[in-house]
Protein backbone atom coordinates (compact mmCIF):
# COMPACT_ATOMS: atom_id res chain seq x y z
CA UNK A 1 0.00 0.00 0.00
CA UNK A 2 1.25 3.37 -0.94
CA UNK A 3 -0.18 6.86 -1.25
CA UNK A 4 -1.24 6.77 -4.48
CA UNK A 5 -3.01 3.53 -3.76
CA UNK A 6 -4.76 5.91 -1.26
CA UNK A 7 -5.15 8.64 -4.18
CA UNK A 8 -6.94 6.29 -6.47
CA UNK A 9 -9.35 4.99 -3.78
CA UNK A 10 -9.68 9.00 -2.63
CA UNK A 11 -11.37 9.50 -6.26
CA UNK A 12 -13.14 6.46 -6.33
CA UNK A 13 -15.30 7.48 -3.32
CA UNK A 14 -15.40 11.10 -4.10
CA UNK A 15 -16.46 10.35 -8.39
CA UNK A 16 -18.79 7.82 -6.85
CA UNK A 17 -17.95 5.23 -9.40
CA UNK A 18 -14.74 3.51 -11.23
CA UNK A 19 -15.42 5.02 -14.26
CA UNK A 20 -15.53 8.50 -13.41
CA UNK A 21 -12.45 7.92 -11.39
CA UNK A 22 -10.39 6.43 -13.97
CA UNK A 23 -10.54 9.67 -16.24
CA UNK A 24 -9.70 11.84 -13.41
CA UNK A 25 -6.84 9.99 -12.70
CA UNK A 26 -5.70 8.98 -16.23
CA UNK A 27 -6.35 4.89 -15.41
CA UNK A 28 -8.06 2.46 -17.12
CA UNK A 29 -11.23 0.99 -15.24
CA UNK A 30 -9.24 -2.55 -14.93
CA UNK A 31 -6.18 -0.69 -13.33
CA UNK A 32 -8.59 1.13 -10.73
CA UNK A 33 -10.39 -2.15 -9.93
CA UNK A 34 -6.24 -3.52 -9.58
CA UNK A 35 -5.78 -0.66 -6.82
CA UNK A 36 -9.20 -1.28 -4.87
CA UNK A 37 -8.46 -4.69 -4.82
CA UNK A 38 -4.85 -4.06 -3.45
CA UNK A 39 -6.23 -2.00 -0.67
CA UNK A 40 -8.60 -4.11 0.37
CA UNK A 41 -6.11 -7.69 0.66
CA UNK A 42 -3.73 -5.05 3.10
CA UNK A 43 -6.24 -4.59 4.65
CA UNK A 44 -8.47 -7.41 4.72
CA UNK A 45 -11.64 -6.52 4.37
CA UNK A 46 -13.75 -4.60 2.14
CA UNK A 47 -13.49 -0.72 1.11
CA UNK A 48 -15.94 0.01 -1.52
CA UNK A 49 -19.39 -1.54 -2.55
CA UNK A 50 -20.62 -1.55 -6.48
CA UNK A 51 -23.91 -0.88 -6.87
CA UNK A 52 -24.74 -0.78 -10.13
CA UNK A 53 -22.80 1.86 -11.54
CA UNK A 54 -22.38 3.28 -8.31
CA UNK A 55 -18.77 2.57 -6.27
CA UNK A 56 -19.56 3.92 -2.15
CA UNK A 57 -17.61 3.24 0.67
CA UNK A 58 -17.94 0.81 2.97
CA UNK A 59 -18.33 1.34 6.97
CA UNK A 60 -14.48 0.66 6.63
CA UNK A 61 -14.26 2.22 3.21
CA UNK A 62 -15.96 5.67 5.13
CA UNK A 63 -12.73 5.33 7.85
CA UNK A 64 -10.39 4.87 5.66
CA UNK A 65 -11.72 7.38 3.38
CA UNK A 66 -11.23 10.25 6.51
CA UNK A 67 -7.26 8.98 7.05
CA UNK A 68 -6.63 9.33 3.35
CA UNK A 69 -7.60 12.93 2.96
CA UNK A 70 -5.38 13.54 6.02
CA UNK A 71 -2.33 11.51 4.87
CA UNK A 72 -2.88 13.12 1.25
CA UNK A 73 -3.23 16.83 2.97
CA UNK A 74 -0.07 16.22 4.80
CA UNK A 75 1.69 15.01 1.64
CA UNK A 76 0.50 17.96 -0.76
CA UNK A 77 1.89 20.33 2.76
CA UNK A 78 4.99 18.49 2.85
CA UNK A 79 6.02 19.14 -1.13
CA UNK A 80 5.04 22.88 -0.50
CA UNK A 81 7.23 23.20 2.22
CA UNK A 82 10.26 21.45 0.38
CA UNK A 83 9.58 23.76 -2.85
CA UNK A 84 9.34 26.74 -0.26
CA UNK A 85 13.12 25.58 1.35
CA UNK A 86 14.42 25.61 -2.16
CA UNK A 87 13.39 28.75 -2.78
CA UNK A 88 9.75 28.91 -5.02
CA UNK A 89 6.37 28.43 -3.82
CA UNK A 90 4.79 25.67 -5.45
CA UNK A 91 2.34 22.58 -5.51
CA UNK A 92 -1.11 22.02 -5.08
CA UNK A 93 -3.52 23.91 -2.44
CA UNK A 94 -7.28 22.94 -2.16
CA UNK A 95 -9.85 25.58 -1.56
CA UNK A 96 -13.11 25.58 0.04
CA UNK A 97 -15.66 28.06 -0.85
CA UNK A 98 -19.29 28.64 -0.07
CA UNK A 99 -21.49 29.36 -2.74
CA UNK A 100 -20.82 33.47 -3.30
CA UNK A 101 -17.23 33.13 -2.23
CA UNK A 102 -16.82 29.90 -4.30
CA UNK A 103 -18.46 31.03 -7.88
CA UNK A 104 -18.07 35.20 -8.31
CA UNK A 105 -14.66 35.81 -5.62
CA UNK A 106 -11.89 33.24 -5.35
CA UNK A 107 -12.04 32.26 -9.60
CA UNK A 108 -10.72 35.79 -10.13
CA UNK A 109 -8.06 35.84 -7.52
CA UNK A 110 -6.61 32.84 -8.24
CA UNK A 111 -6.31 33.69 -11.54
CA UNK A 112 -4.53 36.93 -10.39
CA UNK A 113 -2.52 34.68 -7.77
CA UNK A 114 -1.70 32.91 -11.08
CA UNK A 115 0.35 35.10 -12.40
CA UNK A 116 2.80 35.66 -9.48
CA UNK A 117 3.30 31.98 -8.78
CA UNK A 118 2.89 29.81 -11.92
CA UNK A 119 4.24 26.56 -10.87
CA UNK A 120 0.93 26.45 -8.00
CA UNK A 121 -2.47 24.31 -9.46
CA UNK A 122 -5.38 25.32 -7.19
CA UNK A 123 -8.56 23.35 -7.06
CA UNK A 124 -12.02 25.52 -5.81
CA UNK A 125 -14.92 23.11 -3.05
CA UNK A 126 -18.18 24.55 -3.41
CA UNK A 127 -20.54 24.09 -1.05
CA UNK A 128 -22.41 25.50 1.58
CA UNK A 129 -21.00 27.30 4.63
CA UNK A 130 -21.79 24.35 7.03
CA UNK A 131 -20.16 21.49 4.80
CA UNK A 132 -16.86 23.40 3.81
CA UNK A 133 -16.46 24.12 7.52
CA UNK A 134 -16.40 20.22 8.17
CA UNK A 135 -13.90 20.09 5.51
CA UNK A 136 -11.23 22.45 7.63
CA UNK A 137 -12.13 20.25 10.48
CA UNK A 138 -11.23 17.06 9.25
CA UNK A 139 -8.38 18.32 7.11
CA UNK A 140 -9.96 17.95 3.76
CA UNK A 141 -9.19 21.47 3.32
CA UNK A 142 -6.30 23.86 4.74
CA UNK A 143 -8.20 27.31 3.45
CA UNK A 144 -12.01 28.57 2.83
CA UNK A 145 -13.64 31.96 2.63
CA UNK A 146 -17.34 30.96 3.52
CA UNK A 147 -20.56 33.11 4.95
CA UNK A 148 -20.90 32.76 8.25
CA UNK A 149 -19.18 32.33 11.46
CA UNK A 150 -19.40 29.11 13.44
CA UNK A 151 -18.73 28.41 16.86
CA UNK A 152 -16.47 25.47 16.59
CA UNK A 153 -13.62 25.92 18.93
CA UNK A 154 -11.49 23.98 16.00
CA UNK A 155 -11.86 26.99 14.03
CA UNK A 156 -9.98 30.25 13.12
CA UNK A 157 -11.90 32.95 11.43
CA UNK A 158 -10.93 36.61 10.55
CA UNK A 159 -12.98 38.86 8.41
CA UNK A 160 -11.90 39.33 4.60
CA UNK A 161 -14.54 40.75 2.41
CA UNK A 162 -17.68 43.03 3.33
CA UNK A 163 -21.11 42.11 1.13
CA UNK A 164 -24.30 43.61 1.13
CA UNK A 165 -27.78 41.72 0.44
CA UNK A 166 -30.66 42.64 -1.57
CA UNK A 167 -33.99 41.48 -2.35
CA UNK A 168 -34.45 40.10 -5.79
CA UNK A 169 -37.52 39.74 -7.76
CA UNK A 170 -38.07 39.46 -11.45
CA UNK A 171 -37.95 42.26 -13.55
CA UNK A 172 -41.39 42.38 -14.60
CA UNK A 173 -42.54 42.03 -10.78
CA UNK A 174 -45.23 44.35 -9.41
CA UNK A 175 -42.10 45.90 -7.04
CA UNK A 176 -40.11 46.66 -9.92
CA UNK A 177 -40.57 50.62 -9.91
CA UNK A 178 -39.50 50.65 -6.53
CA UNK A 179 -36.21 51.00 -4.32
CA UNK A 180 -36.79 49.64 -1.36
CA UNK A 181 -39.95 47.82 0.26
CA UNK A 182 -40.99 47.33 4.12
CA UNK A 183 -40.48 44.08 6.02
CA UNK A 184 -44.20 43.33 6.19
CA UNK A 185 -44.36 43.38 2.83
CA UNK A 186 -42.31 40.56 2.35
CA UNK A 187 -44.87 38.14 4.33
CA UNK A 188 -47.52 38.29 1.79
CA UNK A 189 -44.74 37.51 -1.20
CA UNK A 190 -43.53 33.35 -2.25
CA UNK A 191 -40.13 33.56 -0.64
CA UNK A 192 -37.36 30.96 -1.84
CA UNK A 193 -34.78 30.31 0.94
CA UNK A 194 -31.31 28.08 0.22
CA UNK A 195 -30.90 25.18 2.30
CA UNK A 196 -29.80 24.75 6.40
CA UNK A 197 -25.99 24.94 6.72
CA UNK A 198 -26.17 28.28 3.67
CA UNK A 199 -24.12 31.15 4.72
CA UNK A 200 -26.58 33.09 3.46
CA UNK A 201 -29.71 31.79 5.19
CA UNK A 202 -27.24 32.03 8.70
CA UNK A 203 -27.29 35.96 7.85
CA UNK A 204 -30.62 36.61 6.51
CA UNK A 205 -31.91 34.79 10.08
CA UNK A 206 -29.65 37.09 11.61
CA UNK A 207 -30.75 40.13 10.21
CA UNK A 208 -34.41 39.39 10.67
CA UNK A 209 -33.69 38.33 13.97
CA UNK A 210 -32.47 41.96 15.04
CA UNK A 211 -35.25 43.38 14.38
CA UNK A 212 -37.69 40.88 16.12
CA UNK A 213 -38.97 39.64 13.19
CA UNK A 214 -38.33 35.33 12.14
CA UNK A 215 -37.48 34.29 8.29
CA UNK A 216 -39.10 31.41 8.66
CA UNK A 217 -42.42 33.46 9.07
CA UNK A 218 -41.91 33.94 5.47
CA UNK A 219 -44.53 32.18 2.99
CA UNK A 220 -41.38 29.97 1.71
CA UNK A 221 -42.72 28.13 -0.98
CA UNK A 222 -38.84 26.17 -1.90
CA UNK A 223 -35.97 25.80 -0.38
CA UNK A 224 -33.06 25.32 -2.67
CA UNK A 225 -29.40 23.80 -2.59
CA UNK A 226 -27.51 26.87 -4.46
CA UNK A 227 -27.95 30.89 -5.20
CA UNK A 228 -27.97 29.35 -9.37
CA UNK A 229 -31.06 26.81 -8.18
CA UNK A 230 -32.89 29.97 -6.28
CA UNK A 231 -32.11 32.77 -9.22
CA UNK A 232 -33.82 30.42 -11.76
CA UNK A 233 -36.48 29.98 -9.16
CA UNK A 234 -37.14 33.81 -9.58
CA UNK A 235 -36.43 34.16 -13.30
CA UNK A 236 -39.52 31.56 -13.50
CA UNK A 237 -41.91 33.10 -11.18
CA UNK A 238 -41.77 30.60 -8.20
CA UNK A 239 -40.88 33.45 -5.87
CA UNK A 240 -38.38 36.24 -4.76
CA UNK A 241 -35.20 35.95 -2.23
CA UNK A 242 -32.35 37.40 -0.38
CA UNK A 243 -28.85 36.96 -1.52
CA UNK A 244 -26.07 38.79 -3.01
CA UNK A 245 -25.93 40.92 -5.65
CA UNK A 246 -22.43 39.83 -6.49
CA UNK A 247 -24.33 36.62 -8.49
CA UNK A 248 -26.88 38.66 -10.79
CA UNK A 249 -24.40 41.53 -12.03
CA UNK A 250 -25.19 40.18 -15.89
CA UNK A 251 -29.12 40.07 -14.88
CA UNK A 252 -29.35 43.17 -13.06
CA UNK A 253 -27.56 44.86 -16.06
CA UNK A 254 -30.48 43.17 -18.37
CA UNK A 255 -33.17 43.90 -16.37
CA UNK A 256 -34.28 40.42 -16.02
CA UNK A 257 -33.75 40.65 -12.62
CA UNK A 258 -34.27 43.93 -10.34
CA UNK A 259 -32.11 44.17 -6.35
CA UNK A 260 -34.20 46.35 -3.86
CA UNK A 261 -33.31 47.09 -0.21
CA UNK A 262 -35.54 45.96 3.10
CA UNK A 263 -36.35 49.05 4.86
CA UNK A 264 -34.57 48.96 8.22
CA UNK A 265 -33.28 45.47 7.86
CA UNK A 266 -29.60 46.03 7.79
CA UNK A 267 -28.26 43.39 5.10
CA UNK A 268 -24.82 43.98 5.38
CA UNK A 269 -22.53 40.20 6.21
CA UNK A 270 -19.14 39.54 6.03
CA UNK A 271 -16.58 36.59 4.27
CA UNK A 272 -14.72 35.16 6.44
CA UNK A 273 -11.13 33.67 6.15
CA UNK A 274 -11.59 30.41 7.58
CA UNK A 275 -8.49 28.06 8.99
CA UNK A 276 -8.00 25.12 10.93
CA UNK A 277 -7.04 26.80 14.59
CA UNK A 278 -4.45 23.48 15.38
CA UNK A 279 -3.37 23.12 11.75
CA UNK A 280 0.17 24.60 10.64
CA UNK A 281 -0.71 26.50 7.12
CA UNK A 282 1.62 25.33 4.38
CA UNK A 283 4.07 27.56 2.65
CA UNK A 284 1.42 27.81 -0.27
CA UNK A 285 -1.38 28.47 1.67
CA UNK A 286 0.10 30.63 3.41
CA UNK A 287 1.47 32.85 0.63
CA UNK A 288 -2.10 32.52 -0.77
CA UNK A 289 -3.65 33.98 2.66
CA UNK A 290 -1.02 36.91 2.75
CA UNK A 291 -2.52 37.71 -1.12
CA UNK A 292 -5.81 37.87 -0.59
CA UNK A 293 -4.85 39.79 2.66
CA UNK A 294 -3.21 42.85 1.10
CA UNK A 295 -5.71 42.67 -1.73
CA UNK A 296 -8.96 43.04 0.77
CA UNK A 297 -6.80 45.14 3.61
CA UNK A 298 -8.16 48.17 2.01
Known amino acids: MDLWHLKVFQKVIDHKGFSNASKVVNLTQPTISSHIK ?11 DRLGKQALPTKAGELLYDYAGKLLSLFEETETAMAEFLGKISGRLAIGGSTIPGNYILPQE ?7 FEDVNISVIIGDTEQIINDIVDYRLELAIVGAKTELKQIKQKKLIEDEMSLVIPGNHKWAARDHVSIDMLFSEPFITREQGSGTLKSIQNSFAEIGKDVFSLNIIAQLGSTAAVIQGIKNNVGISIFSTRAIKEELAAGSLKALAIKGVDLKRNFYLTTHKNRTASPLCRAFINFLEEKFSG
Open 38 to 48: ELENYYECRLV
Open 110 to 116: IGHFLKK
